[in-house]
C-alpha cells in the first residue's frame, strides 16, 4: 500500500521559511515522478514543483526562484524548501507520486503565511 506522508507546515510570517517533507512508503521515490502541489481555500489545486525520476526539477513561474525540490533516496523523501514566503503562498502543500500510469497524493500539510 502506497503512502505519501507531508510534515513541515505551520504558521510563519512573512519573508520567512519552512522546509516540507514528504515521507513515502510502498513506492521508491527515486523511479517515480514526485510533485509538491498546493491548494489554497477557493482555489483549484496547481503544480508547485516536481521532481523526475532522471532527477530533473520543474518549477511553476510563481516559484520566481523562491523554493526548491529535493529527494533522498536513502530515506525515501521528498523535501520542498520555501524561502521568501507571501500571504499568497498560504495554502494546503500535497504530495503527489506518479508510478506505472497510477497517481498517489498525501493528506497535505497547511502552509499559512500571515503577520
Known amino acids: 500500500q502506497v503512502q505519501l506522508v507531508e510534515s513541515g507546515g505551520g504558521l510563519v510570517q512573512p519573508g520567512g521559511s519552512l522546509g516540507l517533507s514528504c515521507a513515502a512508503s510502498?513506492?521508491?521515490?527515486?523511479?517515480?515522478?514526485m510533485g509538491w502541489y498546493r491548494q489554497a481555500p477557493g482555489k483549484q489545486r496547481e503544480l508547485v514543483a516536481n521532481?523526475?525520476?532522471?532527477?530533473?526539477?520543474n518549477y511553476a513561474d510563481f516559484v520566481r526562484g523562491r523554493f526548491t525540490i529535493s529527494r533522498d533516496n536513502v530515506k525515501n523523501t521528498v523535501y520542498l524548501h520555501l524561502n521568501s514566503l507571501e500571504p499568497e503562498d498560504t495554502a494546503v502543500y500535497l504530495c503527489?507520486?506518479?508510478?506505472?500510469?497510477?497517481?498517489?497524493w498525501g493528506k497535505g500539510t497547511l502552509v499559512t503565511v500571515s503577520s
Open positions: 521532481i523526475t525520476s532522471g532527477g530533473y526539477s
Open positions: 510502498g513506492i521508491i521515490v527515486s523511479i517515480c515522478d
Open positions: 503527489n507520486a506518479k508510478s506505472w500510469g497510477r497517481s498517489y
